[in-house]
């Protein structure tokens, strides 16, 4: 770590220690830099705040080495309906129990499990300081980074950049005078969480995963993995949250579905569901990330996905920036995840507006219309997200586009092509465009540090990987491609329909980030 002015120099300096913060900084400790998170709180939260999340965000946990450790908290779930009061099924949504990462698409969890095993990893990161009980104050550009008062502290903090993952109430959007747009959905609800202590009669029966679209009362019925569950009912005002959250209230709402017997009522609180985007997601060496950048309703189960999101997209950005890549590649993630966020915003309001219909008529004419479409589609629906905006990537059909992960084999080991073959910026050849890349072209890619592997499955030749599952085949034989190249956050950098266009792709991501100044030494700042 450097120095200024005797004053400690961290690389990163991440504001917020839920799921995104610890996230963003497990992803940079990992990468080699000198991160210091600032988290307000004495005291990780404890509390679940998220529910959901999906095969993407699966795919983050398995790269920083958790994934195994949190299937036994988890529950793997199929489907989401949305019911009328009546309990006939107006939409339905499938999730694949292997979904298009490799994972499963749809994970049920209980917040605190996983925040306690992202913690554990970071706290084993000897290059990441947490700091608990330390409430930001004030932001200060420098020349050569950002200094951060802490209440109570004598010194500054100084980091080359700053990633603020401070939520809602972000105390750094604020701070720098961002602005949000706000899309005009505000609801009031009452969010009851339970822990169930039994499998008595009917405990199987719990509804996982179910919207209630009735207009005397919208419910919401989630799983929280295996041991947990929870009701969330829209109120009429938030005024009324004093009186409707008392316990023996709480329990009459949920009489339906889970008996006093078989549960403990471990929190009851009231929130405000919100749809707003920060105007800019960058100041000079601050970026906001997660809800400090974006709000949105809960309906699609993608608020911490999409905060996760961010993480990945930053993170590899600052890795690039820390080691001497241009800084304007850092104005790349708000083109990139904005427009992705706004579009989950609008569908989550959407489905938003289909549940809290309140007038009986038009919800009597939703219900006629709902349940027609569902006749007419013949099987359920499945949700699809859009790929990245204009950013770090070429021109070609597939840029942008989440790139799949499959089954394969190399070496003798078979497995996810992330566990198995390797994570980073990967660059996978059909083994059916012919010859290997050149010299000139091998060393460019080692160089960026590219990983180059080729599919040979289907004509095998003397080395390569073996797709087990297909996938790739597949991709391959749909987009008729010959090379593919993806980034560290799973999306597609580019594709070329012929070898000799491999050069130009990998010249677009050396553009990006190769060092444009001599790159500061891994875990140091730059010295002024």
Not at 185 to 198: A, I
Not at 472 to 485: I, K, M, N, Q, S
Request: aromatic residues 8%; glycine residues 10%; negative net charge.
């Amino acid at each position: 770590m450097s120095e200024r002015k005797g004053m400690p120099m961290y690389d990163v300096a991440v504001i917020g220690y839920g799921p995104v913060g610890m996230v963003t900084a497990a992803l940079l400790g990992q990468a080699g830099h000198d991160v210091i998170v600032l988290e307000r709180y004495p005291t990780l939260y404890n509390l679940p705040r998220a529910a959901i999340f999906d095969d993407e965000t699966m795919r983050t946990f398995d790269r920083l080495g958790l994934a195994q450790a949190l299937l036994p908290t988890l529950h793997v779930q199929r489907n989401y309906e949305w019911r009328n009061g009546a309990g006939e099924l107006l939409i339905e949504h499938d999730f694949a129990a292997v979904g298009g990462q490799g994972w499963a698409e749809w994970y049920m969890m209980y917040q605190p499990y996983l925040e306690d095993a992202l913690d554990g990893l970071v706290r084993g990161l000897g290059n990441v300081e947490i700091r608990m009980d330390s409430r930001v104050t004030a932001l200060h550009g420098t020349h050569d980074g950002v200094d951060i008062q802490v209440e109570g502290a004598d010194d500054v903090v100084s980091a080359r950049y700053v990633v603020a993952c401070d939520g809602g109430n972000s105390f750094t959007r604020a701070w720098l005078g961002v602005g949000q747009e706000d899309y005009g959905f505000s609801e009031p609800w009452m969010v009851c969480d339970f822990q169930l202590t039994g499998d008595g009669p009917g405990a199987a029966d719990i509804p996982k995963a179910r919207q209630v679209c009735d207009p005397e009362q919208p419910i919401s019925i989630i799983s929280l993995g295996p041991r947990h569950h929870r009701f969330s009912f829209m109120l009429d005002s938030a005024d009324s949250f004093p009186v409707e959250r008392e316990p023996d209230r709480v329990w009459a709402r949920v009489a339906a579905y889970v008996d006093r017997s078989r549960a403990d009522l471990i929190r009851v609180a009231t929130y405000t569901f919100r749809s707003l985007v920060a105007e800019h997601w960058r100041s000079g060496r601050v970026l906001l990330a997660g809800d400090a950048a974006h709000q949105m309703p809960p309906f699609l189960g993608q608020g911490m996905c999409s905060g996760i999101r961010d993480a990945q997209n930053l993170a590899f950005k600052l890795d690039a920036v820390l080691r001497g890549a241009d800084d304007a590649l850092l104005d790349t993630y708000q083109s990139e995840r904005e427009p992705h966020v706004r579009a989950i915003i609008a569908k989550g309001i959407e489905l938003g507006r289909v549940q809290t219909t309140r007038d009986p008529i038009a919800a009597a004419e939703r219900d006629a219309r709902l349940i027609a479409q569902r006749k007419a589609n013949g099987r359920p629906d499945k949700m699809r997200f859009p790929g990245l905006g204009p950013g770090l990537h070429d021109a070609s059909a597939q840029a942008g586009q989440l790139m799949p992960q499959g089954r394969v084999e190399s070496h003798g080991t078979e497995g996810l092509f992330d566990a198995v073959v390797g994570r980073g910026f990967v660059l996978l050849v059909d083994g059916l465009a012919g010859a290997s890349l050149d010299a000139p072209t091998a060393e460019l890619a080692g160089r960026l540090g590219v990983g180059v592997h080729h599919l040979t499955d289907r004509r095998l030749t003397a080395e390569g990987i073996t797709d087990v599952g297909g996938v790739y085949g597949r991709w391959f034989d749909e987009t008729d491609r010959a090379a593919v190249l993806w980034r560290p956050d799973f999306y597609i950098l580019g594709t070329v329909d012929a070898l000799s266009d491999v050069p130009a792709l990998l010249k677009t991501l050396a553009n990006a980030v190769e060092p444009v100044q001599a790159p500061a030494t891994l875990g140091e700042g730059i010295r002024p």
